[in-house]
């Protein structure tokens, strides 16, 4: 309003309804007046492919949740419990598993909020756009928990002067965009040190754009295109991940273990090799074939769908192949679900 962008809500009600409107209201996305408030306002008729379409997109956020995200709950738990007492592929796994987890569980929710406000006739902003799919940490946050992003951006970043700054200021910028985005998530060292990593390595990405692009020149993945972005894709990942450590470890010490062990006893591996891995995980390796299973059934859905939300592919399907797609889809959910009441991860932020 200060700003001019918005007007004045003269209905309590209303107002009422944007500040407690319950689909996003616990975890996002982070709905702002400007946007949600339109949404209220206008009026609302039953829609029956409007209802069915939200009903698809919540049915793949539960899919997300306790199917994914809760079975790699299992083994991140049991890792990250006592990180010390674990060797490298274990902790370097827990870890990817970790970042595959707490993707499904959020974006999961996110999911069920849009699918539920979607089938009352409102919606609401994509929160998720394939984020593993980022080429770089910048892309990464223009795609994870984007209401968040947006947020910080307009409210924070920009107020202190954005990129129209000089370079050690637009550092300075970003450095605390990323600091307070640690602290918004809990006033932990671990999440101030999550904030500054990714602060540091937006800051390092835009430094060495230029030099990167020589070096991709001399190497020929300029020519390449696509094995060039393979790699920063993989790269980005795996910058996510050490990220992800500090994230969800529950002390300084414990992300510390984990960078320290995730080098040694890779010999492990070799010697007991799918046994030995499954056992330090805490599960069976049957379980441990299924949960990465499950894993890469999510990713590769989501790649083929692109940016566009899953369920959309599916409703465009001829019935013939869209309705055996929903049976597919509840039978996952009701044969490999956990249902052990898991509160959502940022039910805490």
Known sequence: MYRGRVRAERSLGRFALFVTYFPQLVAGPIERAGRLMPELRKEVRFD???????????????????????????????????????????????????????????????????????????????????????????????????????????????????????????CFNVLVVFLLSGLWHGASWTFVLWGAFHGVWMVASRLSAGGRARLARACGLDRVPRLHGALQVALTFALVCAGWVLFRARTIADAAAVARGATAGWPVLARGGVAALSAGLGLTPAGLFITVALALLLLLVEARAGDAPPMQLVAQAPPFLRWPAYYVLVSLILVFGVFENAPFIYFQF
């Open 48 to 170: 029956p492919a409007a209802v069915a379409d939200g009903l698809r997109t919540m049915a793949w956020g539960l899919f997300k949740k306790v199917v994914v995200a809760d079975r790699l709950a299992r083994a991140v738990d049991a890792v990250y419990a006592a990180p010390a007492g674990h060797d490298g592929p274990t902790l370097v796994l827990a870890t990817v598993f970790f970042a595959l987890q707490i993707y499904g569980d959020f974006s999961g929710y996110s999911d069920m909020a849009l699918g539920a406000a979607r089938v009352l006739g409102v919606d609401l902003m994509q929160n998720f756009r394939t984020p593993y799919r980022a080429r770089s940490v910048q892309d990464f946050w223009h795609r994870w928990h984007i209401s968040l992003s947006t947020w910080f951006r307009d409210y924070v970043y920009l107020t202190l002067g954005g990129n129209r700054v000089s370079p050690p200021r637009w």
